[in-house]
């Protein structure tokens, strides 16, 4: 039987059971589905089981209090709720079922499995990032799964129909199911290639959050925490992984600009223009921190080097005393490990600082890039500054083409409109 | 055990001159060797070329016979192989050393029914 806390009289129920159990669900339900995935060997029956054991505290705890060990009351609770059901079921000659019975009874007699490199959540999301499933059902399993958010939260945040979501999802349950793609921790001669696609994931459904593809506004805060909350979790999951480390310190220091990066019309404001009293100096404090550590590991891989470019924006009182001769070397690391296009354009905003926007738009013009709006943007404001009006508005019309973001496109009109006033000073 | 079929996939066009091939044929046979010794091996074999392929097609009462391949493309079947693996990534692995030793792609797809043993 699932343990409860009897009903005492004097001992009244917390204030607020449902948002107790809110909380519990944000923070447990990806450990209990990890651990039911591991125990069953399938995912709907996890899934299943772990939503029932929270329904079920729902109905209880309110009244009886929710118990001492609240995570583990539910994966408790969801097993033997799981069991029972699938007993049943396995009467009934269903083989699924069956399976799952008998996973779960080879499952018990393996040792007790403890610290945290053998964490069910680690298995959990190196299946949900399987380089054999597409990368929006990576993205959209993590959430799910590890993050706990439902088909429709995941289908608002990527704006695509509910059914469309559900179905993404379910031919990616299948697909783990059906292939035999395993619950288990890439061996170490896989690992470094299979951590970054996990790495690259939650990057990715950060990115979605702090710069929406699309849609009214600018930033979609929940993914971007969803995001760092993964990112914590990996980063507590493999210390050892500097990368994983440099990633989170990349999603915190970048997150510390949120809210100086939107004006009140919910326009964008670039780095230069940013009010940096409104940036998040704890978020900051625990970025930098992490980067200084990964400095002392001395494998820079190229989240630890964009985490570092954003510590140094983090020390700078404005953009004139920020240090861009150490943004252009740090770049230039980056550029060594990844040498795209896309890199090359970031390195070229910093070059501007130091050697002025003629030689950085030397460097932009032999991108091929036409096809990023980014491209566009950067092309368009060094054409500003460099007083070539026609052409800079001509490239503020190309990036506008290029995004459906209503916040940036604004920003961009705006900066467009400002060519024409005439020009102050020399 | 799950079952998998392991495609490879072949450009259309002459096969590559025998000082070429034989080197690659010997190493599939090493690979196929190692499968065998493991268990895995299920079966798998090189296919004739699609020209030589005759295909049925129902219709009404009756059954329509023609020329082949069913699907006329750039890259054909050229031939497959079925093994036996606990799991997706052991097969992948497998799949990886066919497509590092032939230079061609390969489809790693399960079966819907695992081996008995």
Redesign the interface.
């Given at each position: 039987m699932p343990r409860t806390e009897p009903a005492t009289p004097g001992r009244g129920p917390g204030p607020h059971p449902e948002r107790d159990i809110e909380r519990v669900f944000r923070e447990e339900y990806g450990r209990a589905v990890a651990v039911l995935v591991r125990i069953f060997g399938d995912i709907d029956v996890a899934e299943e089981a772990v939503q029932e054991a929270f329904t079920t505290a729902l109905e209880r705890w309110p009244a009886a209090g929710a118990p001492p060990s609240p995570a583990g009351w539910i994966i408790t609770t969801a097993r033997n709720r799981a069991i029972d059901r699938l007993r049943r079921e396995s009467a009934r000659e269903d083989r699924h079922a069956q399976a799952a019975v008998l996973h779960a009874a080879s499952a018990g007699r393996e040792p007790a499995e403890e610290g945290p490199v053998r964490d069910d959540r680690l298995r959990l999301i190196f299946t949900c990032c399987?380089p054999?499933l597409a990368t929006a059902a990576q993205v959209a399993l993590t959430l799910r799964l590890l993050g706990g958010l439902s088909t429709a939260e995941i289908a608002r945040a990527f704006l695509v129909p509910e059914p469309t979501m559900a179905q993404r999802l379910a031919r990616a349950k299948n697909k783990i199911r059906?292939?035999?793609?395993?619950y288990?921790i890439?061996p170490e001669a896989?690992l470094a290639d299979r951590l970054r696609s996990v790495l690259a994931v939650v990057y990715l459904i950060f990115n979605e959050g702090y710069s929406a593809s699309s849609g009214d506004r600018f930033s979609r805060p929940e993914l971007s925490q969803e995001a760092i909350r993964l990112g914590r979790l990996l980063a507590a999951l493999m210390p050892d992984e500097p990368e994983a480390l440099g990633l989170l310190a990349l999603m915190l220091l970048t997150d510390s600009r949120r809210v100086a990066r939107t004006g009140p019309d919910g326009a964008l404001i670039p780095l230069a223009e940013q009010d940096r009293q409104r940036w998040d100096r704890d978020l900051i404090a625990e970025g930098q921190g992490l980067v200084r550590a990964c400095l002392r590991r001395n494998q820079p891989g190229p989240y630890q080097l964009q985490a570092a470019i954003n510590a140094v924006h983090g020390d700078a009182p404005d953009t004139a005393t920020t240090s861009w001769p150490q943004i252009v070397r740090l770049y230039d690391q980056l550029l060594a490990q990844q040498p795209t296009p896309v890199v090359a354009l970031h390195r070229a905003v910093a070059v501007a600082e130091v050697d002025g926007p003629g030689a950085a738009l030397r460097l932009v013009d032999d991108l091929d890039l036409g096809r990023y709006h980014v491209f566009h943007v950067v092309r368009a404001d060094l054409l500003r500054r460099l007083g070539r009006r026609d052409e800079a508005d001509e490239a503020y019309q190309a990036a506008m083409a290029g995004t459906q973001n209503a916040a940036e496109r604004a920003f961009l009109e705006r900066r467009r409109r400002s060519l024409q006033a005439p020009r102050q000073g020399i | 055990m799950k079952q998998y079929l392991l495609s490879m996939y072949q450009p259309q066009g002459d096969p590559p001159p025998p000082e070429v091939l034989g080197p690659i044929m010997e190493k599939l046979g090493v690979i196929r060797q190692e499968l065998i010794d493991e268990g895995a091996w299920v079966f798998g074999d090189g296919l004739c070329p699609p020209e030589t392929a005759t295909v049925l097609r129902a219709k009404d009462d009756d059954v329509l016979v023609t020329d082949g391949p069913f699907v006329e493309g750039k890259e054909y079947l050229g031939g497959f192989m079925i093994i036996k693996a606990p799991d997706l990534d052991v097969a992948l692995a497998w799949g990886r050393r066919y497509a590092e030793t032939t230079g061609l792609p390969m489809e790693v797809r399960p079966f819907q029914t695992d081996a008995s043993d």
């Amino acid at each position: 039987m699932p343990r409860t806390e009897p009903a005492t009289p004097g001992r009244g129920p917390g204030p607020h059971p449902e948002r107790d159990i809110e909380r519990v669900f944000r923070e447990e339900y990806g450990r209990a589905v990890a651990v039911l995935v591991r125990i069953f060997g399938d995912i709907d029956v996890a899934e299943e089981a772990v939503q029932e054991a929270f329904t079920t505290a729902l109905e209880r705890w309110p009244a009886a209090g929710a118990p001492p060990s609240p995570a583990g009351w539910i994966i408790t609770t969801a097993r033997n709720r799981a069991i029972d059901r699938l007993r049943r079921e396995s009467a009934r000659e269903d083989r699924h079922a069956q399976a799952a019975v008998l996973h779960a009874a080879s499952a018990g007699r393996e040792p007790a499995e403890e610290g945290p490199v053998r964490d069910d959540r680690l298995r959990l999301i190196f299946t949900c990032c399987h380089p054999s499933l597409a990368t929006a059902a990576q993205v959209a399993l993590t959430l799910r799964l590890l993050g706990g958010l439902s088909t429709a939260e995941i289908a608002r945040a990527f704006l695509v129909p509910e059914p469309t979501m559900a179905q993404r999802l379910a031919r990616a349950k299948n697909k783990i199911r059906d292939a035999g793609i395993p619950y288990r921790i890439p061996p170490e001669a896989e690992l470094a290639d299979r951590l970054r696609s996990v790495l690259a994931v939650v990057y990715l459904i950060f990115n979605e959050g702090y710069s929406a593809s699309s849609g009214d506004r600018f930033s979609r805060p929940e993914l971007s925490q969803e995001a760092i909350r993964l990112g914590r979790l990996l980063a507590a999951l493999m210390p050892d992984e500097p990368e994983a480390l440099g990633l989170l310190a990349l999603m915190l220091l970048t997150d510390s600009r949120r809210v100086a990066r939107t004006g009140p019309d919910g326009a964008l404001i670039p780095l230069a223009e940013q009010d940096r009293q409104r940036w998040d100096r704890d978020l900051i404090a625990e970025g930098q921190g992490l980067v200084r550590a990964c400095l002392r590991r001395n494998q820079p891989g190229p989240y630890q080097l964009q985490a570092a470019i954003n510590a140094v924006h983090g020390d700078a009182p404005d953009t004139a005393t920020t240090s861009w001769p150490q943004i252009v070397r740090l770049y230039d690391q980056l550029l060594a490990q990844q040498p795209t296009p896309v890199v090359a354009l970031h390195r070229a905003v910093a070059v501007a600082e130091v050697d002025g926007p003629g030689a950085a738009l030397r460097l932009v013009d032999d991108l091929d890039l036409g096809r990023y709006h980014v491209f566009h943007v950067v092309r368009a404001d060094l054409l500003r500054r460099l007083g070539r009006r026609d052409e800079a508005d001509e490239a503020y019309q190309a990036a506008m083409a290029g995004t459906q973001n209503a916040a940036e496109r604004a920003f961009l009109e705006r900066r467009r409109r400002s060519l024409q006033a005439p020009r102050q000073g020399i | 055990m799950k079952q998998y079929l392991l495609s490879m996939y072949q450009p259309q066009g002459d096969p590559p001159p025998p000082e070429v091939l034989g080197p690659i044929m010997e190493k599939l046979g090493v690979i196929r060797q190692e499968l065998i010794d493991e268990g895995a091996w299920v079966f798998g074999d090189g296919l004739c070329p699609p020209e030589t392929a005759t295909v049925l097609r129902a219709k009404d009462d009756d059954v329509l016979v023609t020329d082949g391949p069913f699907v006329e493309g750039k890259e054909y079947l050229g031939g497959f192989m079925i093994i036996k693996a606990p799991d997706l990534d052991v097969a992948l692995a497998w799949g990886r050393r066919y497509a590092e030793t032939t230079g061609l792609p390969m489809e790693v797809r399960p079966f819907q029914t695992d081996a008995s043993d």
